[in-house]
T-cell receptor, first 114, second 112 residues
Framework: SQTIHQWPATLVQPVGSPLSLECTVE??????LYWYRQAAGRGLQLLFY??????ISSEVPQNLSASRPQDRQFILSSKKLLLSDSGFYLC?????????????FGPGTRLTVL | DQQVKQNSPSLSVQEGRISILNCDYT??????FLWYKKYPAEGPTFLIS?????DKNEDGRFTVFLNKSAKHLSLHIVPSQPGDSAVYFC???????????FGTGTRLKVLA
């Protein structure tokens, strides 16, 4: 069966510091991968998605970036965090080659920028 | 532009009764719809989905209804249980886009 991992679970960072959140998927090959952010009291905002290694689509202009160095690894980064980057970050995957299909989420990372 | 809308931010229901959560969408290209349940500090859990070729899909206590002409879908939970208390998100996607658009969520509280 497929599983998705995210780490760290919680993170407190000062403004201006860098960020690296990691997501890995097990049990499937060539998944579509996604990064979402849920700000306090709000819905899920799609940040990035990837349909293959090195293929990243950005949905929202911001100081975040994403990379997919391996088939089942998706990384969310920032060079300098802003206060507004605080939120709950979720990684998700879906099957590729079949559309549309169910999307499955990881446990999330709570990021607090102070 | 909010393409998927959940206009009720919260809903309270007595245990054993029916919970009805609503979702509206504006993009007629959407052809697959999903409902997720989310507890605080956890990732959303997939509940049930429906393709646009159907108007109803049922899985145990959960039933999703789709009205394409009204661009409206609803999730029915019968009977409601206290463990159903969570935030429910609807999402929509269309073939070939790989993108899922989520609503803002409805917080369901099932009262014992």
């Amino acid at each position: 069966s497929q599983t998705i991992h995210q780490w760290p679970a919680t993170l407190v960072q000062p403004v201006g510091s860098p960020l690296s959140l990691e997501c890995t998927v097990e049990g499937t090959s060539n998944p579509n991968l996604y990064w979402y952010r849920q700000a306090a009291g709000r819905g899920l905002q799609l940040l990035f998605y990837s349909v293959g290694i090195g293929q990243i689509s950005s949905e929202v202009p911001q100081n975040l970036s994403a990379s997919r160095p391996q088939d089942r690894q998706f990384i969310l980064s920032s060079k300098k965090l802003l206060l507004s980057d605080s939120g709950f970050y979720l990684c998700a995957w879906s099957l590729t080659g079949r559309a549309p299909d169910t999307q499955y989420f990881g446990p999330g990372t709570r990021l607090t920028v102070l | 532009d909010q393409q998927v809308k959940q206009n009720s931010p919260s809903l309270s229901v007595q245990e054993g009764r029916i919970s009805i959560l609503n979702c509206d969408y504006t993009n007629s290209m959407f052809d697959y719809f999903l409902w997720y349940k989310k507890y605080p500090a956890e990732g959303p859990t997939f509940l049930i989905s429906i393709s646009s070729i159907k108007d109803k899909n049922e899985d145990g206590r959960f039933t999703v209804f789709l009205n394409k002409s009204a661009k409206h879908l609803s999730l029915h939970i019968v009977p409601s249980q206290p463990g159903d208390s969570a935030v429910y998100f609807c999402a929509a996607t269309s073939e070939g886009t790989y993108k899922y658009i989520f609503g803002t969520g409805t917080r369901l509280k099932v009262l014992a």
